[in-house]
T-cell receptor, first 114, second 108 residues
Framework: SAVISQKPSRDICQRGTSLTIQCQVDSQVTMMFWYRQQPGQSLTLIATANQGSEATYESGFVIDKFPISRPNLTFSTLTVSNMSPEDSSIYLCSGWDSNTDTQYFGPGTRLTVL | RKEVEQDPGPFNVPEGATVAFNCTYS??????FFWYRQDCRKEPKLLMS???SGNEDGRFTAQLNRASQYISLLIRDSKLSDSATYLC?????????FGKGTRLHILP
């Protein structure tokens, strides 16, 4: 199984600023994803992080707002840019292992934008 | 219509009872299916995969009906520790789609 860590675990930010969340997997995973989960809601896929190329974004999410990097198979970053209070949420990194067809999640980053 | 739909919750069930969760998915191209469990303020964790032949893991039984595009999860002899949100998850073209989840409260 894969163990995924994220940092920071939480942050409180001022509107208009940006925050970069880091995700580290302890083993190689086939794919990495970034999700958002707002209180009482399910997970919403933001994008698939592609190694060495631009991420694939879901409808409603754009690169200018959520730039993503994945320089290698075990690390990815998500930046929340020009934040507003509506961006307050939990952001979760996940990795999918195609060998076991299992998706693993990081502990999440709880973001509050004032 | 959402791609993955689940029973609305919450379910409040006495300890020891049997609980059934239902889930439907709209895209027949979906390839694999899972149930995840999410505890309050924690990340989702895989509970079990769902196979066409049905599969069982202790008190948990999962079923898949591809013709009806329907997935179920049965929990027998429920425990207090089963209280959580149960998420139906579908893999379609390497895209993982989550249902909204059903919250379960097991009552002592």
């Amino acid at each position: 199984s894969a163990v995924i860590s994220q940092k920071p675990s939480r942050d409180i930010c001022q509107r208009g600023t940006s925050l970069t969340i880091q995700c580290q997997v302890d083993s190689q995973v086939t794919m990495m994803f970034w999700y958002r989960q707002q209180p009482g809601q399910s997970l919403t896929l933001i994008a698939t992080a592609n190694q060495g190329s631009e991420a694939t974004y879901e409808s409603g999410f754009v690169i200018d707002k959520f730039p993503i990097s994945r320089p290698n198979l075990t690390f990815s970053t998500l930046t929340v840019s020009n934040m507003s209070p509506e961006d307050s949420s939990i952001y979760l990194c996940s990795g999918w292992d195609s060998n076991t067809d299992t998706q693993y999640f990081g502990p999440g980053t709880r973001l509050t934008v004032l | 219509r959402k791609e993955v739909e689940q029973d609305p919750g919450p379910f409040n069930v006495p300890e020891g009872a049997t609980v059934a969760f239902n889930c439907t998915y709209s895209n027949s191209a979906s390839q694999s299916f899972f149930w995840y469990r999410q505890d309050c303020r924690k990340e989702p964790k895989l509970l079990m995969s769902v196979y066409s032949s049905g599969n069982e893991d202790g008190r948990f039984t999962a079923q898949l009906n591809r013709a009806s595009q329907y997935i179920s999860l049965l929990i027998r002899d429920s425990k207090l520790s089963d209280s959580a949100t149960y998420l139906c998850v579908v893999n379609r073209d390497d895209k993982i789609i989550f249902g909204k989840g059903t919250r379960l409260h097991i009552l002592p």
